[in-house]
């Protein structure tokens, strides 16, 4: 079974800073997704961004870049000139390809303060 | 906005009873999926639908049973309800197996 371990539970700085969320998973399979989403106060799951274990280019989308490691299994997320509405609940995700059969595997989530 | 709907936002109701989660995909999505938030589980997989049928499983109780429908619509009824089923229940769609889910707003489910 896949494992998905955020190590730190909350972190916070301040607005324009750039901030390094930690994720690391524990798979046997060689094909899969990793994301990042993203829960605001209001709940929501929110899409940030997807990497694809084949790809070795680090999936980047504006601010938001990863930094993924396939061979130490590593996923970080890194926020540049954070903004106030970037304060949220981040968590890491795995997606093992099975045809057919997909599910996201979460990981216990990082609190993101941003400060003004 | 995802396009994924959900309803109820919220529900309120006492041990034992049954309720039913209702949700709409995105247009042209054929999977469904349903997840728990719970403060104690965090966000678990309970069941996934593709095109009407079941694909996958999860952690889910047998008191929990899940359909979709031919419109795509999903629904996921809980019965004999516990305090400990209290907890936020999002639903997401993709279009298909290998992509990305989108996530519907939650329905709050609190048992008294």
């Known amino acids: 079974a896949q494992t998905v371990t955020q190590s730190q539970p909350e972190m916070s700085v301040q607005e324009a800073e750039t901030v390094t969320l930690s994720c690391t998973y524990d798979?046997?399979?060689?094909?899969?997704?990793l994301f990042w989403y993203k829960q605001p106060p209001s709940r929501q799951m929110i899409l940030v961004i997807r990497?694809?274990?084949?790809?070795?280019q680090n999936a980047t989308e504006n601010r938001f870049s990863v930094n993924f490691q396939k061979a130490a299994k590593s996923f970080s997320l890194k926020i540049s000139d954070s903004q106030l509405g970037d304060t949220a609940m981040y968590f890491c995700?795995?997606?093992?390809?099975?045809?057919?059969?997909?599910?996201?595997?979460f990981g216990q989530g990082t609190r993101l303060t941003i400060n003004p | 906005d995802s396009g994924v709907t959900q309803t109820p936002k919220h529900l309120i109701t006492a041990t034992g009873q049954r309720v039913t989660l209702r949700c709409s995909p995105r247009s042209g999505d054929l999977s469904v999926y349903w997840y728990q938030q719970s403060l104690d589980q965090g966000l678990q997989f309970l069941i996934q639908?593709?095109?009407?049928?079941?694909?996958a499983k999860g952690n889910i109780l047998e008191r929990f049973s899940a359909q979709q429908f031919p419109d795509l619509h999903s629904e996921l009824n809980l019965s004999s309800l516990e305090l400990g089923d209290s907890a936020l229940y999002f639903c997401?769609?993709?279009?298909?197996?290998?992509?990305?889910?989108?996530f519907g707003p939650g329905t709050r489910l609190t048992v008294l």
């Open positions: 639908y593709y095109n009407g049928e079941e694909r």
């Open positions: 798979t046997s399979e060689s094909n899969y997704y």
């Open positions: 990497q694809e274990a084949y790809k070795q």
């Open positions: 997401a769609s993709s279009v298909e197996w290998e992509s990305e889910q989108f």
């Open positions: 995700a795995f997606m093992k390809l099975n045809q057919g059969a997909q599910k996201l595997v």
